[in-house]
């Protein structure tokens, strides 16, 4: 870190800034520390603001999505004996996972040991890619000013992927051994090792779609959020159609007895985080009143459930296999 004395005067640049090193000394034009943000001055000034709601629901959405990823590689490979009680635990070990990982995840960001967060304010989309954005001095130099300007909504997610693999890895190593011996003793209908494999082979993805598309994906969770919570609840009435859940009283009772309650709840907290994202918290007394209709999609579905049948749009495709599954 640069030491030499020089005067408050404005940096080059979006995200270069000066440390205060006395009361009339400042530093050259660099890169402001982790947990610092330059401000219209050019000084570097820590990040001790209270975070904004939207950053405690960008960390519940990505930790929603990885919920959801989960659940989804245990449903598609585990998809013939989804009413066996072995699978149970894939079902509810990742949202108790995901749930300590939020946690964790806060505790350890300052202010530690707190659930509460400090974070940069965010005020564009280029601030999540500020390598983008190094100046060059004299059309020759170019000074580095890279570092965390959202700080920390850029590495609290890695930090929770970071929590989420380790309170995994001991269900992990209990599972494949538990497939090892399964697969030894010719009992590998009671257990399937993919779901832990693919799971392996999804987690660098996204780690590298975070790392790549952070900004993008902060500035458009909340719509992402009401699109998903929707298709689900698509999903869930179609799937129900394959298996001649037709009639009302059937479709409600798979809800509350069956599997499908997980994605009913999930939805329904995905499109509540949806709502008040875009709301931005402003008026929380008045908006919250409308909050209670995030309930009416499962509601919904099952009584309009028969008249959703895709039939027509795989007779359309062609696709005669998928059609006979719906002609009733």
Avoid at 104 to 111: E, G, I, N, R
Wanted: proline share 6%; net charge neutral.
């Amino acid at each position: 870190m640069a030491t030499n004395c020089s005067e408050l005067t404005s940096c080059p640049g979006m995200f270069c800034g000066r440390l205060n090193l006395t009361n009339s000394c400042f530093s050259s034009c660099q890169a402001c520390p982790r947990g610092y943000r330059v401000d219209e001055d050019s000084l570097c000034r820590p990040c001790d603001s209270p975070a904004d709601p939207r950053d405690y629901l960008y960390l519940v959405f990505m930790g929603l999505v990885m919920l959801f990823l989960r659940l989804g590689i245990v449903t598609f490979t585990n998809w013939y004996k989804l009413k066996s009680p072995v699978v149970i635990p894939f079902y509810v070990i990742p949202a108790i996972e995901t749930t300590l990982s939020i946690i964790f995840t806060l505790l350890v960001l300052p202010p530690q040991g707190s659930v509460g967060l400090n974070s940069c304010r965010v005020s564009s989309v280029n601030d999540f890619y500020p390598i983008f954005f190094n100046p060059s001095v004299d059309y020759v130099h170019s000074l580095k000013c890279s570092y965390e300007v959202v700080y920390p909504l850029y590495s609290m997610v890695f930090i929770f992927l970071g929590w989420n693999f380790l309170l995994h890895l001991p269900f992990l190593i209990t599972a494949l051994s538990y497939s090892y011996y399964a697969w030894s003793k010719e009992k590998r209908e009671y257990f399937s090792a993919r779901t832990e494999y693919v799971w392996l082979i999804m987690y660098p993805f996204v780690l590298l779609i975070h790392g790549t598309l952070a900004g993008l994906i902060y500035y458009t969770f909340d719509y992402v959020t009401i699109i998903l919570a929707i298709g689900s609840f698509a999903v869930l009435s179609t799937s129900l159609h394959i298996y001649k859940f037709d009639d009302m009283k059937n479709t409600f009772k798979v809800y509350i007895l069956g599997i499908e309650w997980l994605i009913v709840i999930g939805s329904i907290i995905l499109l509540s985080c949806g709502i008040l994202s875009l709301t931005e918290w402003s008026d929380v007394k008045t908006r919250s009143y409308f909050l209670p209709l995030v309930l009416l999609p499962p509601l919904i579905h099952p009584v309009l459930n028969h008249f959703a049948a895709p039939l027509p749009v795989f007779q359309c495709w062609g696709v005669k296999e998928y059609a006979d599954l719906f002609d009733y």
